[in-house]
């Protein structure tokens, strides 16, 4: 099935999530430019008749845009012909009581598309394939169960002949799995879990290597401490990359459960972990582990870039990965060799650094500072000043990458947290949390975010910046030298690509932690974002928390948010004034 492959490389679409396989969120259209954005003005606006946190943007085949809300997870088409006059809706029946089993908001990151159908999953982890003309259901699996703590808020990407999907729930203690499934009839095809063998799938663990090295005849359970592997966590719910050249599908696994590292000693493998596997047959090719026994709650699951760039005076396939932990990663993709490792947000103080020393017994691994080690510390110890927080130093909102400057464009949290790690049981469904946080901006700063330019050859910031609160919106760059991003007070910008200058802003009318895509309609070229304030730093005002700092997520610094913007989603659509 190629017809992916084809529909990614016109411009004048948005097929993907991810824009692209390789996540380079980079459009070839240049009708807008540096030059021209200041004339960017809203043509049309859509509301979504649903609160909370939007993420995700729009796909846009042909004629027609497509995307889900936040729960209930309400699919529409729009009729580009007809300024987003509906074609149709699709609304699923879902139970409720999945929502408090969600951690960080009811979010969905969109939909994906093949073979003329529309390919849902929903916060219950059905995953749905609709019929892309009508809206109608064509087949429905269920990929998890919320009763267990499974959910689902990742899009769904379609490679080749298969939709592959990831699962939420790595605060309640859920085994993290990848599974494909057949695009024709939604039959399972493979699955691969991030902890133990991946016993219902042809994986072959003594082919399982680590740095490039095999790791032996089982696939990290030795790393865990008794059976806590299968409460395990290392959860898959960020976005999924593929070079179809080595035929390998690139994800990240997230947080090891619990939050408390005092009750499951070990690395904790392969939770926080690059991975490369096979899009056929779901064989590991290679693993890397950013964060090994994880302190901190830095989830692993952030995009993969996939770049052709210099290193060393010679071309390389590589992989780019903004980690929760701090650390602006790039890999050989082939191998999984690591190639640079630095710090992307000048606050990060939990590691000095990443081992980069080969002949070291620590290489590949940070250096972790024992003053901000939780486990350190221990149970019912307040660990303070650590940064980056939680939240990371970057969560789930996607970068840009433009191949005609070579920058990654990257959205950024600058929070630092107190952690505290409790003893916790395991209860089927409840939260297994086992950790209570404050976060707030670093010390003598007010900025809590930065959008920066790196260049991940060399692991620098070419430039930064300042926004009062992380920027929680996925980034997008363009041919004609422009880059958009959202921020939480509902600013959509646009800022010069080479140097950063701010070009033009537009108050949407909620907070944006969407993606800003761009599509061609009718030979001219349109942006579009989803506005909608919630996620992980948005979730105090999404789910109508009055003491900032109660419950899982809340963010002390994140309440002055209520101050700019209230809830509701609603799409906008931008084109250049008089076009
Ligand atoms: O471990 C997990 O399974 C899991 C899932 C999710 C999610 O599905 O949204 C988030 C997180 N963890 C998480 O740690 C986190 O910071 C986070 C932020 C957000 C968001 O959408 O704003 N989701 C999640
Ligand atoms: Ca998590």
Sequence with gaps: NEELITLQKNAKNWALPTGDYSNHRFSELNQITNKNVKDLVPVWTFSTGVLRGHEGNPLVIGDVMYFSTPFPNIVYALDLNNDGKILWKYEPKQDPSVIPVMCCDTVTRGVAYG??????????????????????????????????????????????????????????????????????????????????????????????TALGKPVGANSGTNTWEGDQWKIGGGTTWGWISYDPELNLVYYGSGNPSTWNPVQRPGDNRWSMSVWARDADSGKVKWIYQMTPHDEWDYDGINEMVLTEQKIGGKERKLLTHFDRNGFGYTLDRVTGELLVAEKYDPAVNWATKVDMDKSSKSYGRPLVVPQFSTAHGGEDVNTKGICPAALGSKDEQPSAYSPLTELHYVPTNHVCMDYEPFRVSYTAGQPYVGATLSMYPPKGESNMGNFIAWDAKVGKIVWSNKEQFSVWSGALATAGNVVFYGTLEGYLKAVDAKTGEELYKFKTPSGIIGNVMTYEHKGKQFVAILSGVGGWAGIGLAAGLTDPNAGLGAVGGYAALSNYTALGGQLTVFALHGK
């Design 115 to 208: 073979d003329g159908k529309i390919i849902l999953g929903q916060a219950d982890t059905t995953l749905v394939a609709l019929d892309a003309k009508t809206g109608q259901p064509v087949w429905s699996v269920k990929n998890g169960d919320p009763a267990k703590g499974e959910t689902n808020t990742s899009a769904p990407q379609v490679i080749k002949d298969n939709v592959i999907i990831g699962i939420s729930g790595g605060e309640f203690g859920v085994r993290g799995s990848v599974t494909a499934y057949d695009l024709k009839t939604g039959k399972k095809v493979w699955r691969g879990y991030s902890m133990g063998p991946d016993s219902d799938t042809l994986i072959d663990p003594e082919k399982t």
